[in-house]
């Protein structure tokens, strides 16, 4: 069965590799938010420079919501307040884009950072912190809770304690969230969609994203069974779809725990490839949850072991390629800038 973990080859960017395939931009003056990227210098360096050569690859990227990763913690202090230093860090970047000086794109428009919800009701004071860190920029948090029971299966350096979702204390810490107006990504494997529309329901005034479709799977015990698993991943995700405090994110399917063996190939596939493979998921999603709850997203750098940022944003275009105007101006735009309350200029970064 084929393993693949946080360590080995999740972050193993080849450009030489990507460079064996190119194409030209599709669409080029559509307006785009990206809502989801990281920032790291290790295990790969992936920081302001070169998400800003991937976001000017031609495609007119004109805002991004950096999502946390456990990037530049604090080494000092309190250890639940350690998280606050990736929100300062990100801030900083943030303000180096709004200066202007690197074009109309403003980079971490929006912040979601973490803050431990097992700390119950003293999460309320670290969530506080991290909104004053933000500057106006903080939007909320992510709590991963990827957890399976083959544990070859790894998508974080850190794996949370099975069923983390309906822990008593953790949903005393979600509680603190609404007041504060933050809203709650979601990061696991689609098997566990269920403990997830569970959370929705108890929250119901509370935002939720579900990021990656949901966390596709084909590795591990599910290496070799997309096509099985498939009708039951379309089954939970309708069921999430039901929940109208649910958006998700339409995105993430390059990873190699997605099982989709991109990396092995002799070089990247094309934008066309990439949509007529990826095109039952985008379907689905888009159906149950419709436009207006759907974005699509990078993942970046993570994404980009196996596919380019230009033709990954291609590949979005063909797949949104017959839907009407206003359903396409969400998907790129404007569900992700009413979800994480952004105030970007729909004009064309040129």
Known sequence: M??????????????NWLARQSEP?????????????????????????????DTRSGHSILATVYMQCRSMYRADGPAEYACIGETEFVNGIAAMSASGDYGLIRICAGIVGHVDLLLGTRAGAVLEAQVKAGN???????????????????????????????DRTFREGFACLAPLGLSFDGWMWWTQLGEFADLADAFPQTQLVLDHFGGVLGVGVHSG??????????????????????????GGL?????????????????SQQLAELWKPYF???????GPQRCMFESNFPVDKVC????????????LAQGLAAQEKSALFFDTAARIYRLEARKTSAG
């Open 307 to 318: 596919v380019r940022y230009d033709t990954l944003w291609n590949a979005f275009k063909r």
């Open 136 to 166: 106006g920029r903080f939007r909320g948090i992510r709590n991963s809770s990827v957890w399976h029971e083959d544990t070859t299966i790894r998508g974080t350096p850190h794996v949370p304690p099975r069923g983390i979702l309906a």
């Open 225 to 250: 069974r997309l096509a099985t698993d498939f009708p039951h991943w379309q089954a939970a995700i309708r069921d999430v779809a039901q929940r109208p405090n649910v958006a998700v994110k339409l």
């Open 254 to 270: 390059a990873m190699r725990t997605a099982g989709f063996g991109l990396r092995e190939q002799d070089a990247p596939l094309s």
């Open 25 to 53: 931009i599709l669409e080029p003056e559509r307006p785009i938010i990206d809502p989801h990227h990281h920032f790291w210098a290790k295990p790969s360096r992936y920081l302001f420079e070169e998400l800003l050569a």
């Open 2 to 15: 084929a393993s693949v973990s946080i360590s080995d080859n999740l972050f193993d960017v080849d450009d």
């Open 283 to 289: 379907e689905t999603c888009i159906e149950a949850f």
